[in-house]
């Protein structure tokens, strides 16, 4: 029997005209020409931040195409957020194997859902035959001197976390059948592992308040890690005051302690603050709508100190995820 005859598929200039071209609104110009234009605000500084993500490594082959969409720049986004930065626009280098148009309808209509929410405008990129690649330069906008960075934290200064840790973790280990959860705890930790909500109202609110900031995406300790080497600072963090979902607090302890710590792929800011602003901090998470949790200090000894409930040091052989690294390297 004949093969059937593949259906004409789109070409690389159909596919981002129909999949990728939005209407722009704030950007000079958009998707079609050889450059986008952009015009910056007088007195604002430009943050530009790239993130990629391969299948395999960053997502599962099976994440829905809106999810994958959603999950691309919401990590870049995230991004911004730590920065304090305002999004205004973004690109996509996408790499597909072949035109799969339910991936590219779901992608794009995940991918563009959360840049409205932002307002943040997709301007260009570039489309290539591959392995399933997606990279995402986003661009925001900081007034000139006020962009959080990782390298002011001062000793003293109180150290806080936004939402919860650990739950993008657990949905991995459930994926890879090494943690066995119900079927309503799991949909709610795989939303946080393939829906994550960048945290940029926060970081906005934050500027001029937080003294340093990061956002998880390998983990607590180790992204705590750059802004304690960044900083030249150490830090004292409570093991057992850490945020984390019911579904999170039903598991042994030590695996809390390992996914709270270690997870990664959280995409909540880590940020200090000076004591005496604790009700400022708590002001600008309220306008936000995001809770936000003290976990520890800024110490001027350099090193990190985990302790429990009690202030009893625990110890701790987590590290911080790195692709070229197999062992995690402790703190
Ligand atoms: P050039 O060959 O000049 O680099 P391309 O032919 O690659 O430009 O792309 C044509 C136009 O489509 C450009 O404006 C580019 O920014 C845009 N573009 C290409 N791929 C994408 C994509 N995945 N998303 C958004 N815009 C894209
Ligand atoms: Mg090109």
């Given at each position: ?26 950007a ?23 993130d ?7 997502f ?14 919401a ?26 148009e ?7 209509a995940?991918?563009?859902a ?5 307002d ?12 399933l ?21 001062r ?9 919860t840790?650990?739950d ?12 066995a ?6 949909d ?9 909500a960048?945290?940029?109202?926060l ?14 995406s ?5 992204d705590?890690?750059?802004?304690r ?5 150490g830090?004292t963090?409570?093991v057992?005051?850490?945020p984390?979902?019911?579904?999170l607090?039903?598991l042994?302890v030590?695996?809390q ?22 009700d ?5 998470a ?5 809770p936000?949790?003290?976990?520890g200090?800024?110490?001027a ?31």
């Open positions: 029997m004949e093969p059937p005859a593949p259906a004409a598929s789109l070409g690389e200039f159909d596919l981002i005209a129909k999949y990728f071209t939005p209407p722009v609104r704030r000079a110009l958009g998707v079609g020409d050889d450059c986008a234009l952009l015009a910056s605000a007088p007195g604002t500084q430009l943050a530009i931040s790239s990629m993500l391969v299948e395999g490594r960053h599962l082959s099976t994440v829905a195409p809106d999810r994958l969409g959603h999950k691309a720049l990590v870049n986004l995230s991004d911004l957020a730590a920065c304090g930065a305002r999004p205004v626009a973004f690109t996509l280098a996408l790499a597909l194997p072949f035109v799969d339910a991936l590219l309808a779901g992608f794009s995940g991918l563009l959360l840049a409205r929410e932002h943040c405008e997709l301007i260009g990129g570039d489309t290539t035959r591959g392995p690649n997606v990279c995402i330069t986003v661009f925001g906008e900081v007034p000139a001197g006020a962009a959080l960075l990782r390298s002011t934290a000793p003293g200064d109180d150290l806080y976390v936004s939402g840790l650990g993008a973790r657990l949905a991995l280990e459930v994926f890879r059948g090494n943690v959860l119900p079927g309503t705890e799991f709610a930790v795989r939303r946080a592992m393939e829906l994550p960048p945290r940029v109202a970081g906005i609110a934050l500027r001029g308040l937080a003294t340093s900031a990061i956002d998880v390998d983990g607590l300790l180790g705590l890690a750059h802004i080497r960044g900083s030249g600072v830090a963090l409570d057992d005051g850490l984390r979902s019911a579904v607090g039903g042994s030590a695996l302690r390992e996914y709270l710590l270690a997870g990664g792929d959280d995409y909540e800011l880590v940020f200090s603050a000076a004591a005496r602003d604790a400022a901090v708590q002001a600008a309220r306008t936000a709508g995001v936000v949790t003290r976990i200090r800024i110490d000894e350099p090193g990190l100190r985990l302790v429990d409930g009690h202030g009893q040091p625990v110890e701790h052989r987590y590290g911080s995820f790195d692709h070229f690294r197999s062992a995690a390297a402790p703190a």
